[in-house]
């Protein structure tokens, strides 16, 4: 059980460039997420998905897309890489909160810098 | 803006002392989510607290919740050397008896236990 795996761990990417983050869980959850992470910014939404074929916009969304065609995949593409998207990033999943609420499993994190 | 906003940003302690995080949000929540992240890893979960709950214990942890003032605090008891790190909380906002996860983080508080 490998919980939430996320490729790569590092990468430098050139302004303009595209590009995707790999995450994976075999926890067999419904909900998964991208969260970036900026100084004294905390956590952000990016996207997030309650099950295969479904997703949604967090609170940052813009310069992303994401696609969740398996209940294991939640990758998330980076279309035109540009500077302000220089972050840590974290991919997430549970099962769905529901009313007691779930934990949530994240990742070890891809560093992105892009120049 | 962020929904959970927590103080001090950073705390430094000897270890031995008690540290006391707090955490204050701004909408009805469903569950509030205390989370430790150690340098460059993933966030790592502490201890969930339901809206119907006003306190909770795991081992040297205790949380408190206060709905009608909209905080929550995070105590940790005798610290040690090993809890240096960034605690963040993230609530679970109430959309209709069922929330998919959307966790909203706050920015953190550092704490460093010194030996």
């Known amino acids: 059980n490998a919980g939430v795996t996320q490729t790569p761990k590092f990468q430098v990417l050139k302004t303009g460039q595209s590009m995707t983050l790999q995450c994976a869980q075999d926890m067999n959850h419904e909900y998964m997420s991208w969260y970036r992470q900026d100084p004294g910014m905390g956590l952000r939404l990016i996207h997030y998905s309650v099950g295969a074929g479904i997703t949604d916009q967090g609170e940052v969304p813009n310069g992303y897309n994401v696609s969740r065609s398996t209940t294991e995949d939640f990758p998330l593409r980076l279309l035109s890489a540009a500077p302000s998207q220089t972050s840590v990033y974290f991919c997430?999943?549970?099962?769905?909160?529901?009313?007691?609420?779930?934990?949530?499993?994240f990742g070890e994190g891809s560093w992105l810098t892009v120049v | 803006s962020q929904q959970g906003e927590e103080d001090p940003q950073a705390l430094s302690i000897q270890e031995g002392e008690n540290a006391t995080m707090n955490c204050s949000y701004k909408?009805?929540?469903?569950?509030l989510q205390w989370y430790r992240q150690n340098s460059g890893r993933g966030l790592v979960h502490l201890i969930l607290i339901r809206s119907n709950e006003r306190e909770k214990h795991s081992g040297r942890l205790r949380v408190t919740l206060d709905t009608s003032k909209k905080s929550s605090s995070l105590l940790i008891t005798a610290s040690r050397a090993a809890d240096t790190a960034s605690y963040f909380c993230?609530?679970?906002?109430?959309?209709?008896?069922?929330?998919?996860?959307?966790?909203?983080f706050g920015q953190g508080t550092i704490l460093t236990v010194h030996p």
């Open positions: 997430a999943s549970s099962l769905l909160q529901g009313i007691s609420g779930n934990t949530i499993y």
């Open positions: 993230a609530t679970d906002a109430l959309k209709g008896g069922t929330s998919y996860g959307k966790l909203t």
């Open positions: 909408t009805s929540i469903n569950n």
